[in-house]
């Protein structure tokens, strides 16, 4: 997606990575929707099952492009437990 001729990256959760303050603060580099991006979070502990699913069944956007949306993965989302306490550890990774 582009505004004023700038990329504007979306997660698959459908969250706009210019929202969110790993993205803001350089921790996050932004959603990687392919399978070296699924690699990566797994290999710093900071898997994302939302990723994982849309990248295995090629769906970009999940609210936009999948006919199963929402399922299980969305639960409690986007502010679950779970990822609060994923965005402190990366947070306390940066310093």
């Known amino acids: 997606m582009k505004r004023d001729n700038k990329e ?4 698959a959760c459908g969250i706009c990575c210019e929202s969110c303050g790993l993205y803001t603060r350089a921790v996050c580099s932004g959603c990687n929707k392919t399978e070296e991006g699924v690699r990566f979070l797994k290999s710093i502990n900071a898997n994302c099952p939302i990723l994982e699913c849309a990248v295995r069944n ?3 956007v999940c609210s936009r492009d999948c006919e199963n949306f929402p399922c299980d993965k969305f639960r409690d ?3 679950a437990k779970e990822w ?3 965005y402190k550890e990366r947070l306390k990774r940066k310093k």
């Not at 504007?8 to 997660?11: F, Q, S, V």
Request: hydrophobic share 55%.
């Open 77 to 79: 989302w986007p502010l």
């Open 58 to 60: 090629k769906i970009d």
């Open 8 to 11: 504007i990256k979306i997660g």
């Open 84 to 86: 609060l306490e994923m």
